[in-house]
């Protein structure tokens, strides 16, 4: 089934300010990109996009329906999630935090799907060692690693290039590639927050979101 994501009339606020309301859009596979101004808004919406956070006003449908109850079920069974932030899993090795990842989700052969991103994220080499002992290249693609063990449809990064190095922003490049032109063995809907067009591998579209201060972009292939 296509995955596909609907916002309607959608508000949150940071203290007792808007950060925008209210927003309707509709996310469909391929690749959207959330750029704004600091403080606008990208993290707290991605956060919402990922179930993790209620708005305050508002509603979110996953194939047309409301993130409640089974569709709520159904949504968290289909999409990663990558913070910007670290996380507690740095104190295990890189092929231990995988298999936490992929358990924690219920993946089904959860070694298997590891050692898939092992060598999707060039993390072979390393997979013994400590995911804190690394460098912050190396943490970042354990981070974007560990959100795909599930084989997820929807994939939303926050600050996907940040602290990357160079073979990571390849390989991430070369998966956002492979999405946009819905080939398997990827997410098919992609949603980032914070990513320079200069890092991204094809042209950035501005699309206005309704009462926001925010811009999505779509990519095309």
Request: hydrophobic content about 45%; overall charge positive.
């Amino acid at each position: 089934m296509t995955p596909s994501i609907a916002v309607e009339q959608l508000g949150c606020r940071a203290g007792p300010r808007w950060l925008w309301s209210p927003a309707t859009f509709a996310l469909a596979p391929g690749v959207t990109v959330i750029n704004g101004p600091s403080g606008s808004g990208k993290t707290t919406l991605l956060e919402v996009l990922s179930a993790l956070r209620r708005p305050d006003q508002g509603r979110v449908l996953w194939r047309g329906r409301r993130l409640a109850g089974s569709a709520l079920d159904d949504y968290r069974a289909n999409r990663g999630y990558c913070p910007a932030a670290r996380w507690e899993a740095r104190t295990m090795t890189v092929q231990s935090a995988l298999q936490w990842a992929a358990v924690l989700w219920g993946v089904q052969r959860p070694v298997e799907h590891a050692i898939r991103e092992q060598r999707r994220w060039g993390l072979c080499e390393c997979a013994g060692e400590r995911v804190a002992s690394l460098s912050q290249g190396y943490q970042r693609r354990v981070l974007l690693a560990a959100s795909l063990v599930m084989a997820p449809a929807v994939w939303l990064v926050d600050r996907p290039f940040e602290a990357l190095d160079l073979e990571g922003r390849v390989t991430l490049q070369t998966l956002l590639a492979a999405a946009m032109a819905g080939e398997p063995g990827v997410p098919r809907l992609v949603v980032m927050a914070d990513a320079a067009p200069e890092n991204l591998p094809a042209r950035l579209h501005a699309l206005p979101m309704s009462g926001s201060r925010l811009v999505l972009g779509r990519l095309s292939a």
